[in-house]
């Protein structure tokens, strides 16, 4: 029996569990570029639009307008709400919860953190933090770009900071995404040590492990971080995990919990892996047996509600229950495979990518043919069960997929360079 993703779309903002036309997602995708830091360098002295230090240099735009991206010049109060003295509003919320901030709040995955903590009894208190004020409410706005320095004064009197606030966006350059990540990511630590907050949750991706033709089905969570670092998504997010590893050293005193779910699947969710299921058809390597392992957005915020309330903390991976088999997966699809040789399919898609034909590279592609299935050890010994399992309905999610972006590839292109390097002409 499928498992249909269903969710109440009251209160959700425009890409977040209202399904879009490929006219809008291509519009907003479009409008998914980010500015240039604000005030100049980043902290750490990343120079605007250049690699952040300690690192390759990740960083992305995201999906706001980037005319709306303003430093607001101090905290708001939600209007209707009486303003008490920070000290005591402070002491009476941490008497019955921690008073929990969350980048990127407006829309997304922020932005279902933020209203879910609102409603919790588990928080004190939610500050919403991003670019422009959002429409969620219960909470405190406080409207500043993750990358600006200015962040520090934002977090006064918070206790948590859980970092949403990446681009994963497939059609961002690499380049100015790679820079916004990291230098995001580095900022919110900074920022969070100086204001003296006790955590931070940083949220990245179970691919970080890397997908390899014998991996363990499934990889422990303390399973080596073997991805490549190179200038895709997931090399944006392996830097993340460096920063995160060094953070005791830099700032010594303040936790970090690091979240990796698994392929993110949900109503809006558009991202690299999700357009694997665009394709007419299943590209698939000959010889190769994937096992497909998925995470509903809902269940990655009920993770980041336990991470935030320090019932789950260190390293953690989140998904579904067990995998699935290709034929499995073909079956609930609809699709059918297409099955090429390995060497020649990686051998065209390096091509193809040189030559800018598609934007991904070749070790996209092994999130598709490789397995990468993890091992949900730390939530389930902490009480946490999934909603959702991995029958995903397609009809019901925008698109569902686990693998990498062989849609983004283009599974019709790659088909018709073997063909052509086949015929030698």
Same mark, same amino acid.
């Given at each position: 029996m499928l498992v249909r993703l269903r969710r109440s779309l009251g209160g959700l903002p425009p890409g977040l569990g209202q399904p879009v036309s490929n006219r809008e997602a291509r519009g907003r995708r479009a409008a998914n570029r980010r500015p240039a830091a604000p005030g100049g360098a980043a902290p750490g002295g990343a120079a605007p639009g250049g690699a952040a230090p300690g690192g390759a240099g990740l960083g992305a735009g995201r999906q706001a307008s980037p005319s709306r991206r303003r430093a607001a010049p101090a905290p708001a109060v939600v209007p209707g709400s009486a303003a008490p003295a920070p000290g005591a509003e402070i002491r009476r919320e941490r008497g019955r919860g921690p008073v929990?901030?969350?980048?990127?709040?407006?829309?997304?995955?922020?932005h279902a953190l933020t209203v879910r903590l609102a =409603?919790?009894?588990?928080?004190? +208190?939610?500050?919403?933090?991003?670019?422009?004020?959002?429409?969620?409410?219960?909470?405190t706005w406080r409207v500043v770009d993750v990358r600006d320095p200015a962040l520090a004064g934002r977090l006064a009197g918070v206790d948590v900071v859980v970092h949403t606030d990446l681009d994963v966006a497939p059609d961002s350059d690499r380049r100015s995404r790679r820079a916004f990540n990291v230098r995001g990511a580095q900022t919110v630590l900074t920022a969070a040590a100086a204001g003296r907050v006790g955590r931070v949750v940083l949220v990245t991706s179970a691919m970080v492990y890397g997908a390899q033709p014998d991996n363990p089905v499934p990889l422990a969570e303390s399973a080596p971080l073997g991805a490549d670092s190179d200038g895709s998504v997931v090399g944006d997010l392996l830097e993340i995990e460096q920063l995160a590893q060094r953070s005791p050293q830099t700032?010594?005193?303040? =936790?970090?919990?690091?979240?990796?779910?698994?392929?993110?699947?949900?109503?809006?969710?558009d991202t690299l892996i999700t357009r694997h299921f665009e394709a007419p058809r299943l590209l698939a390597v000959k010889g190769c047996?994937? +096992?497909?392992? &998925?995470?509903?957005?809902?269940?990655?915020?009920?993770?980041?509600?336990?991470?935030?309330?320090g019932e789950a903390t260190?390293? &953690?991976?989140?998904?579904c229950d067990g995998w699935l088999e290709q034929e499995q997966v073909e079956e609930l699809s609809g699709l059918r495979r297409i099955e090429l040789p390995a060497g020649l399919t990686f051998g065209t898609v390096q091509r193809l990518h040189r030559a800018g034909i598609t934007p991904a590279p070749v070790t996209d592609l092994h999130f598709v043919v490789y397995p990468w299935v993890v091992d949900c050890l730390t939530l389930r010994e902490a009480g946490w069960k999934p909603s959702f399992d991995n029958r995903l309905d397609r009809k019901d999610a925008t698109i569902t997929a686990a693998g990498a972006t062989v849609a983004v590839i283009g599974t019709a292109a790659i088909v018709r360079e073997v063909?052509?390097?086949?015929?030698?002409?």
């Open positions: 929990v901030a969350v980048t990127g709040a407006a829309r997304g995955l922020g =409603a919790s009894a588990r928080v004190g +208190r939610v500050v919403a933090i991003d670019g422009h004020r959002g429409d969620a409410t219960g909470v700032n010594p005193g303040m =936790a970090v919990t690091v979240v990796r779910p698994a392929a993110l699947v949900g109503e809006g969710v047996a994937p +096992r497909w392992q &998925f995470c509903h957005v809902d269940d990655l915020v009920s993770a980041l509600e336990m991470a935030a309330t260190g390293q &953690f991976a989140v998904g063909r052509r390097r086949r015929r030698g002409t």
